[in-house]
């Protein structure tokens, strides 16, 4: 069974950092795109980054570009989000997800679920 823990949420300031963390079990995990997602009170759950299953293909949504950096270590069943610049509108709940594809893409068609991160970024 696959099971998706995240960790590293918080409160911090605008402007400051934060570093997501997703530890992965119950599956192969080299084998699988990952990504991260996010829901705002009163918004719809939006993608936020994904990558592949190497590495070498990432995407993210415009407004967290040059900001958020998305990783992973496949020796450690790990996936990152790098949240630098922290702005108001980056408070939401952060969700990490994979799918059974080495292929990442930018929607979410993602079947399992972490139970999600608090972030919450004052101004």
């Known amino acids: 069974q696959v099971q998706l823990v995240e960790s590293g949420g918080g409160l911090v300031q605008a402007g400051g950092s934060l570093r997501l963390s997703c530890a992965a079990s119950?599956?192969?995990?080299?084998?699988?795109?990952a990504g991260w997602f996010r829901q705002a009170p009163g918004k719809e759950r939006e993608f936020v980054a994904t990558i592949n299953w190497s590495g070498g293909s990432i995407y993210y949504t415009d407004s967290v570009k040059g900001r958020f950096t998305i990783s992973r270590d496949n020796a450690k069943n790990m996936v990152y989000l790098q949240m630098n610049s922290l702005k108001a509108e980056d408070t939401a709940v952060y969700y990490c997800?994979?799918?059974?594809?080495?292929?990442?893409?930018?929607?979410?068609?993602?079947?399992?679920w972490g139970q999600g991160t608090q972030v919450t970024v004052s101004s």
């Open positions: 119950g599956l192969t995990f080299s084998t699988y795109a």
């Open positions: 997800a994979v799918r059974p594809f080495r292929t990442a893409t930018m929607d979410e068609q993602y079947p399992n």
